[in-house]
């Protein structure tokens, strides 16, 4: 967890940005509902991983958007 916000907000705060919003975000969580995934994914978010994660997955995760 994030200390003043989560990830859902900060996707909400970042939309809001001219100067950011179009940066890609892929979201690091222990909580990988679906349901969170879901609005993350709706709320701009390129992609997920899940904690604990391999450098293979950071790889798949991560290649397309480098």
């Keep these: 967890n994030m200390p003043n916000m989560d990830g859902i907000e900060f996707l909400r705060q970042k939309a809001t940005r001219a100067d ?7 979201m690091i969580t222990t909580e990988a509902g679906a349901d969170i995934l879901g609005e993350a994914k709706s709320l701009g978010a390129k992609g997920s991983i ?3 994660f391999t ?3 950071i790889e798949e995760t991560l290649g397309g958007l480098l």
């Design 20 to 26: 950011i919003k179009d940066i890609p975000v892929v």
């Design 55 to 57: 450098p293979e997955q």
């Design 50 to 52: 899940k904690k604990p």
